[in-house]
């Protein structure tokens, strides 16, 4: 099992829809997660970082964790054409950062 | 927040040459960085962990002789691709965990690299 999994995608959503982007990980990657947002030809920019089982909201995104079955998503409400990207979900092990194939998302108009 | 400069953004070079790229902690020491390689429509693939004052510690599969990794100081860590072939072209980015920061991996810009 990879260390990090996230379905490629493409994702395409309708603009004001939610945008689902889901995230599975192996025991080796089990400390803390995060999600990136990488435009084409940029670097990652960070959006949201989760530690503990639950749900953590910042704005129009909400990050939900599960240990149990070793689950991670990110939940975009009222999405823009601007969210348009690919989102990288990352976890940790030790001292690295580990990062999933990523998700393309397009938001049509 | 923390802030990584990484330089040049984007160099061609020709094969059999060899390009250095320099990523810096502008506001905070770094004793610990990490190099990143990303092919076109694929996720960052870490190369290798660059340790100040230690050798660094490379991933498997990475040639620790081609990709020179160099971190002489708390705020500066190199990489030298080394005799650079076409498949070497990619976009290598950097990235620095800033020990006073919760949400600690800052990456920089990035450098695209093409080697004709």
């Known amino acids: 099992q990879k260390e990090v999994e996230q379905n490629s995608g493409p994702l395409s959503v309708p603009e004001g829809a939610i945008a689902s982007l889901n995230c599975t990980y192996s025991?080796?990657?089990?400390?803390?997660f995060f999600w990136y947002r990488q435009y084409s030809g940029k670097s990652p920019e960070l959006i949201m970082s989760?530690?503990?089982?639950g749900d953590k909201e910042d704005g129009r995104f909400t990050a939900q964790l599960n240990k149990a079955s070793q689950y991670v998503s990110l939940l975009i409400r009222d999405s823009q054409p601007s969210d348009s990207a690919t989102y990288l979900c990352?976890?940790?092990?030790?001292?690295?950062?580990?990062f999933g194939q990523g998700t393309r998302l397009t938001i049509n108009p | 927040g923390a802030v990584v400069s990484q330089h040049p953004s984007w160099v061609i070079c020709k094969s059999g040459t060899s390009v250095k790229i320099e990523c810096r902690s502008l506001?905070?020491?770094?004793?610990?960085m990490f190099w990143y390689r990303q092919f076109p429509k694929q996720s960052l693939m870490l190369m290798a962990t660059?340790?100040?004052?230690?050798?660094?510690?490379?991933e498997q599969g990475v040639e620790k002789d081609k990709f020179l990794i160099n971190h002489a100081s708390l705020t500066l860590s190199t990489l030298t691709v080394t005799s650079a072939h076409p498949e070497d072209s990619s976009f290598y980015i950097c990235?620095?965990?800033?020990?006073?920061?919760?949400?600690?991996?800052?990456f920089g810009s990035g450098t695209r690299l093409t080697v004709v």
């Open positions: 990235s620095a965990r800033d020990p006073l920061e919760t949400n600690g991996y800052t």
């Open positions: 025991d080796r990657v089990s400390q803390s």
């Open positions: 989760i530690y503990s089982n």
């Open positions: 990352a976890g940790r092990g030790a001292q690295k950062l580990v």
């Open positions: 506001d905070f020491q770094a004793t610990t």
């Open positions: 660059s340790n100040e004052g230690s050798k660094a510690t490379y």
